[in-house]
């Protein structure tokens, strides 16, 4: 049944429109083999992934298959029994975190991981309220959709327990560039948020963010500020959560974790992880203290997970960072990320429209404006660079933050430098076209000083995706 | 790495005490190896597996493996992308489902489902409480604790949008296998309680349950009660969850799922499957009406989910839903199921302590009572058998029920007619002995009737199960 290729009309009407959206829905993309940072569609032709960070050591990696393979092989058993697996794991990701961070619980995604932080961080506490940042994102499930302005602006609202602190975007937040100390500056509104849930007599349990803010708009943190608000956090009688859950194991370069680009100083009382931990396999974990797990424990009642922790998805695991150490690819995403910053630096010397370029190793974001002074995004522009990537040169990248204005780069870690030229070539060629196309130009912006235009372009977020269609799926219908 | 075999007691001081228990902490069972349903330690010995129902075709089965390592080596991109595989896996499913659930959202666990199917619910009905079983456990999740019973009542409390229906356990229930329509009147207090949570002004969303209550005690719900719930819960404009993540798949033999075991003339609005749909990889799946999911995608927010229907689980899926029926699994569930139910109700009759053998195809429950008349649950002396299953004769079964008093079995759908005389020929033995052994008896009953006596009796749960340790791990420490 599996290798049965049905014909992609009739494939595409029986993905009746669901929840989930499709990339390029206009003209889906059907792959049906992966390599490295390549995707091949039905037709055999080749495509450049710059997304797919969930394939961190490159898609379909023979490694990973192999071991894998080979465990699922001898047993999968949970983790009611004993298995060197799980602690030979448990070791090697200690020794990528600060001594602290020593106790490990195993899950399968990046929402179970979320939502067992936040249990972690309400126990060891006894406190209820989450400070998050504007515009976050950290899963699906109900208690994170609670703490994701992302979502739940869109669904039930904000409960009175959430409370949002701005975006630390030294580009186009509160405080930029050119303030002095913009990092204390953002720390220091946690701090009046702090003040006033303290006013209402209520208590902070955590402060939750991503290392790097992902669908905020590939947003890096300015100097000093997570430490600062730990700081102020931990006064509060709160925890810190760093959500890695984008942005661990390597992707970074000069770290292997992006809350480490904060300094020594700094370490958070819980990390999450996710996407990339098991390459595709659903595996995600939960650091913390051996202080806030023995609360954790202390009430007696057990945390089981069926899956979590299985020989295999550790095996997986392990394979995982075998691959980023023999491979270097964390010398190589800090190689290629510099060099594609580097590139798309100088292209926004010669295209007014590109407002900003941002990142650290493989995670780098272009902020498209169509007026520099006022910083006003580019959105449709974007969905255009995206499309014509896409059609005229089979390289997949997409949009992120509140605007859908910023171009985002996280493909698998064995990026090269040819792929990086390739793609800012390829930018540099459409945005020449673009200016000279009327057709763009005249819609490639949106005033976000007017707050009514904005509602109508989140909601026209499915647009630019470019989506249809559901991982959900009628089969009958 | 991951070979490397590492010292049993080094090992077991890695795994400081956390959340999560060891089965046989007393002396816990390191298993290396996996295949059937059987499972081999370290040193070689074989134990029978009875308790495994994640490895639902038996563990290890090489078509598992073969399909996963193919679609692994070919691609796993998320459901963003098209791919045949999560479609061809809709239909299969489909297929084993009344026609009105024909939409399928797929996840990484049944935590993650149970978790969708209460925002469904309530996204759908707008209405906000929710009906729960007794003793009911649907899963780790903070969303999950709240309808959980068997959890909250150790932690937080109980929801005020959470209401407590009564076990319909007809054999130490409030009516039991001498009342003339147990399912009508069982079915009659969740009508009361409708009504109650009318009367304050409330609305009920969901009546979630589990096809056969599983932590309840392996219950057999009594003829008829779905089907009259289904018929009150949507009088109040709520909808039917039926939690099948322990019971899908065949398990009971003569049906796919366990809720038709409830008859023809009875279809939930929401089907939550789990634990054995990927063989022990993290796959799960939400199944529902046109109807709910389109009130889920009106409001415009996608539902993604990273690793959910991925084509590597989809392969997964689908090769396990070849070999139930290659295999002719639903057969050997009914007949090895029938076969064990009636030597267990020979066994019955020679020892008074066999209170009641209930079960469905591999699904089975052993009640062990001091008192035949009081129906005094024997829970020492369920923990006393399965140590010596364990010990003496290398045979893993464990024990559920809210005082831990019934043996339960749900092995992998290979178990053979020579296992089912094996195991009972030794529960035979060892009852014998126990029967002389003073040492059991006098500490083998609690008094159920006094309520006091039940609170240390569920805390001494950890005790039964006689585990010490976690699946989160101290590395460093």
């Given at each position: 049944h599996i290798t049965k290729n049905l014909r992609k009309t009739a494939y595409i009407s029986k993905r009746k429109i669901q929840s989930c959206k499709l990339f390029?829905?206009?003209?889906p993309v059907k792959i049906l083999r992966a390599r490295g940072q390549y995707l091949f569609d039905e037709n055999g032709k080749r495509y450049l992934d710059c997304i797919s960070n969930v394939h961190h050591v490159g898609h379909c990696h023979p490694s990973i298959t192999k071991a894998a393979a080979a465990q699922m092989d001898l047993l999968n058993t949970n983790t009611r029994f004993l298995h060197d697996n799980v602690v030979l794991y448990a070791d090697r990701l200690a020794s990528t975190l600060p001594e602290k961070l020593c106790v490990f619980y195993f899950v399968n995604s990046g929402s179970e991981a979320n939502d067992l932080a936040l249990r972690l961080a309400q126990q060891y506490t006894q406190h209820r309220d989450v400070i998050v940042l504007d515009h976050a994102y950290h899963g699906h499930l109900m208690s994170l959709i609670d703490i994701s302005p992302y979502k739940f602006r869109k669904l039930a609202g904000q409960k009175k327990w959430v409370h949002v602190a701005p975006?630390?975007?030294?580009?186009?937040?509160?405080?930029?560039?050119?303030?002095?100390n913009p990092g204390q500056a953002y720390a220091d509104k946690v701090k009046d948020l702090i003040d006033e849930v303290h006013g209402k007599g209520r208590k902070i349990s955590a402060f939750f963010a991503e290392s790097l803010p992902s669908v905020g708009g590939q947003i890096i943190l300015p100097e000093g500020y997570s430490a600062k608000v730990a700081e102020y956090v931990r006064a509060a009688g709160g925890v810190f959560v760093a959500d890695?859950?984008?942005?661990?194991?390597?992707?970074?370069?000069?770290?292997?974790?992006?809350?480490?680009l904060q300094g020594e100083g700094f370490c958070p009382d819980i990390v999450t992880m996710g996407k990339p931990m098991g390459n595709g396999h659903p595996l995600s974990c939960v650091a913390t203290t051996a202080e806030i797990a023995g609360a954790f424990t202390a009430n007696g009642v057990e945390y089981f997970n069926?899956?979590?922790?299985?020989p295999v998805s550790c095996a997986i695991g392990l394979a995982v960072l075998d691959v980023i150490e023999e491979e270097d690819l964390r010398g190589n995403a800090t190689r290629v990320g510099a060099h594609l910053k580097d590139l798309l630096t100088k292209l926004q010397a010669r295209h007014e429209i590109i407002g900003d370029v941002r990142g650290a190793g493989l995670f780098v974001g272009i902020e498209l404006v169509s007026d520099r002074e006022k910083r006003t995004p580019a959105t449709k522009t974007a969905a255009w660079v995206v499309k014509r990537l896409k059609m005229d040169h089979q390289i997949c990248v997409s949009t992120d933050g509140p605007w859908e204005s910023v171009l985002k780069f996280k493909p698998p870690m064995c990026f090269s430098l040819e792929d990086a030229e390739l793609v800012v070539q390829c930018i540099d060629r459409i945005l020449t076209d673009t200016v000279t196309s009327p057709m763009i130009t005249s819609q490639s912006s949106v005033n976000i000083s007017a707050e009514s235009s904005c509602i109508p372009l989140i909601s026209a977020k499915s647009d630019y995706r470019m989506l249809i269609d559901p991982h959900t799926v009628i089969p009958k219908i």
């Open positions: 390029y829905s206009e003209d975006l630390p975007d030294t580009y186009r937040g509160m405080y930029r560039e050119d303030h002095p890695e859950v984008q942005t661990g194991f390597g992707r970074v370069g000069s770290h292997f974790w992006a809350f480490q069926t899956f979590g922790g299985n």
